[in-house]
């Protein structure tokens, strides 16, 4: 299982249409992709512009399949004005 961990710097005034776009956009496409086991959006306690994207997929074709897909290119856009940077980190499942 493949896990990856997504940082992302949200601007201060797209907070609300950040969650949003997650909630009605991203997570529904996200899970129609092969693989897919599950997602998460975590927001910093401390700092509430930023958030950790949790997502994980069956293994590494899957993962590498919805970054590469139409849909996920599609959303990028939209994504991007959203976000002032994001940082990805990869992870293979152990236990």
């Known amino acids: 299982m493949i896990e990856r961990h997504i940082t992302?710097?949200?601007?201060?005034?797209?907070?609300?249409?950040?969650?949003?776009?997650?909630?009605?956009?991203?997570?529904?496409?996200?899970?129609?992709?092969?693989?897919?086991?599950?997602?998460?959006?975590?927001?910093?306690?401390?700092?509430?512009?930023?958030?950790?994207?949790?997502?994980?997929?069956?293994?590494?074709e899957s993962s590498l399949g919805w970054r590469s897909s139409p849909v996920h290119q599609g959303l990028q856009p939209a994504l991007t004005a959203l976000v002032s940077s994001s940082d990805v980190q990869g992870y293979d499942v152990i236990g």
């Open 8 to 60: 992302f710097n949200v601007h201060r005034d797209k907070t609300s249409d950040f969650e949003r776009f997650f909630a009605d956009r991203y997570r529904p496409a996200m899970s129609e992709s092969p693989g897919f086991v599950r997602v998460e959006l975590l927001r910093e306690a401390e700092e509430a512009t930023h958030y950790q994207m949790i997502l994980r997929f069956r293994d590494a």
